[in-house]
């Protein structure tokens, strides 16, 4: 069905460009961009453009490059697909030519409407704004235009080597990400977005990288609300130094006889492998650097010294960010702790088992206390903040509960029955809506609170924040305050 209509609106659209081009943009889906005239695919009450190039390819010759601008062009082509994820191991289709993003709209509405941009997020080495668990249909539904965006992954995102400082070395996945902005900006009211009013959210490396763009002059003005899930606000930049030592390791790895080669001339199953032997003893080989442009301080230093867009922020991150599974990962992490296991289990009472302390402790070291310095420094700023804690487990799960980072996407999305999300009980559905509210009207007005939801308490001033736990949804003095204290003693 979805086909057959979308070819039937191709040969109108083919017959009369000139007619629908002029018609308000939630009458077709369709939209007129730099890059061509773009049809997409209507499913229900939401049209979908996937797969649009934001960038030029990043290959041959523009292979750790900044991004460069798409030649512009008057063809007509379909958006019903999406493109291939960015290159990393283990996903099938995976390719270098990748610099892509979807939108997705209501259809039959006009604009402008809010925009909300995700940035997704897996370690700055995996992941893909294609997910099935990131369709931004449900979002869209309520009156918005939703944008997921592809950036460069792995060493190709983030290397960092002398012989490829002419463009700016290091932070190529960064570059990708305000490249995606601007096109934004551009081109988001030919689909009928609000270019004025554009929102970022993600979580993890996504929440970093947004974390580090409202640090960034050159994103300054690009967005006006962020939306920081699970950022591990204390993590420290790798210096240009530490990080091209780590790039000619690694240039140095894909040569014959331990020789260097020329990175760009390498096939990209070549650079895989020798990408997965430097990660299997640096885990964060491939991450955002200091490179004094882009990224020029640490997060939390940025934050401290008010250097960030004093914007309106919604910051947080869930309870049970992680757990091990190994016994050498949790001797290593309960060593790192600096505290001894008797303090330990003072500040975890209701916690007996190892794996689980230290699977506490990290998230809290990690995420928990960073998250609540973030929201105090721009809180300070005078900027509107809104903290909360996610601690709420569908109910199909909580009889073996898996670790908590991420759980809340699927809440925001509303997606179900797709790999990586389960099917909602009735109370799980419950608990999506509220939660997916709370940031489409912080996107609408930068302030969560609407009617029929329990209210969200500003940080200002206070260290309250929104818990969503399985009992209720309620805003409140956070009731880890006395441990989170003293963990950064």
């Known amino acids: 069905m979805r086909s057959l209509l979308a070819l039937a609106l191709a ?18 889906p369709f939209a007129l961009t730099r890059e061509g005239q773009m049809l997409g695919a209507v499913e229900g009450e939401v049209a979908s453009f996937k797969g649009l190039a934001y960038a030029a390819p990043p290959v041959g010759p523009l292979r750790w490059r900044p991004p460069e601008a798409t030649a512009e062009s008057s063809e007509m082509r379909t958006a019903y697909d999406y493109a291939a994820p960015c290159l990393q191991p283990s996903l099938p289709g995976a390719s270098e030519d990748c610099l892509t993003l979807n939108v997705f709209r209501p259809f039959g509405v006009d604009g402008p409407l809010p925009v909300m941009v995700f940035i997704h997020g897996g370690a700055f080495v995996s992941g893909t704004a294609n997910d099935p668990l990131f369709d931004g249909a449900r979002l869209a539904q309520a009156g918005l235009i939703v944008v997921t965006v592809n950036y460069r992954l792995g060493a190709l995102g ?83 130094q530490e990080a091209e030592t780590l790039g000619r390791r690694f240039v140095t790895a894909l040569g014959q006889d331990g020789r260097e080669t020329d990175p760009r001339a390498i096939e990209p199953g070549r650079l895989l492998a020798a990408a997965k032997r430097l990660l299997a003893k640096s885990a964060h080989g491939f991450a955002p650097i200091a490179d004094g442009v882009l990224a020029t301080e640490d997060i939390a230093a940025g934050f401290a010294a008010g250097h960030e867009s004093r914007i309106p922020l919604i910051i947080g991150s869930n309870d049970d ?73 569908p109910e199909a799960r909580r009889g073996s509960p898996e670790e908590g980072h991420g759980r809340e996407l699927q809440f925001i999305f509303g997606v179900e029955g797709v790999p990586g999300a389960g099917i909602f009980s009735r109370q799980d559905r419950e608990v999506a809506r509220r939660l997916r509210a709370y940031w489409i009207n912080f996107a609408r007005s930068g302030d969560p609170n609407g009617p029929d939801l329990p209210h969200w308490d500003s940080a200002a001033g206070r260290d309250r924040l929104l818990l969503i736990t399985n009992d209720r949804i309620t805003s409140g003095e956070d009731p880890w305050q006395e441990r989170l204290d003293r963990i950064t003693r």
């Open 158 to 240: 983030w290397l960092t080597h002398p012989a490829l400082s002419e463009g700016g070395s290091g932070n190529f996945g960064l570059m990708d990400q305000i490249a995606a902005l601007h096109w934004v900006h551009d081109n988001i009211a030919a689909f009928g977005g609000d270019p004025a009013n554009v929102t970022l959210f993600g979580s993890g490396a996504g929440a970093t990288s947004i974390a580090l763009l409202m640090l960034c002059r050159e994103a300054r003005d690009l967005f006006q609300r962020a939306i920081l899930q699970s950022v591990p606000g204390r993590a420290r930049l790798r210096s240009q």
């Open 321 to 393: 960010e992680t757990r091990f599974d190994s016994e050498r990962d949790v001797k290593d992490e309960l060593a790192s702790s600096g505290t001894g296991s008797d303090e330990l289990r003072k500040l975890y009472p209701d916690v007996a088992k190892p794996p689980d302390l230290a699977a506490r402790f990290y998230t809290d070291k990690v995420y928990s206390e960073p998250v609540r310095l973030l929201s105090r420094l721009h809180a300070a700023s005078g900027a509107p903040t809104f903290r909360y804690r996610f601690a709420y487990i």
């Open 11 to 28: 040969s109108a659209i083919l017959c009369c460009a000139g007619l629908a081009a002029a018609q308000p943009v939630g009458q077709f």
